[in-house]
């Protein structure tokens, strides 16, 4: 199933916004550096995960979440 997914790096206090298909291959793929931009803030916690029928849907709130721009709206997801 599809998901759109926030992630949390206490190393660099920072949120990561995805999606993906395999949500277990895309933590795996976040937390062994295979992500040059996730790479820095190893270990990443899965904090938020919403699950859609397509892959399209999930991109797409990915995107609505990151045209926020807000840390209190991440937040308030949680």
């Known amino acids: ?3 759109t997914y926030i992630l949390y790096s206490a190393k660099l206090n920072k949120y ?3 999606a993906c298909i395999d949500m277990n291959r895309r933590m795996k ?10 790479s820095t ?3 990443w916690m899965l904090k938020y995960q919403e699950e859609f029928e397509t892959l399209q849907e999930a991109k797409k709130r990915e ?9 209190k709206y991440i937040e308030s997801l949680f």
């Open 1 to 3: 199933m599809p998901f």
């Open 16 to 18: 990561y916004v995805g």
């Open 29 to 38: 793929e976040h937390n062994t550096g295979h992500s040059k931009f996730t």
């Open 41 to 43: 803030g190893v270990p």
């Open 63 to 71: 995107q609505a979440i990151k045209k926020m721009k807000s840390r």
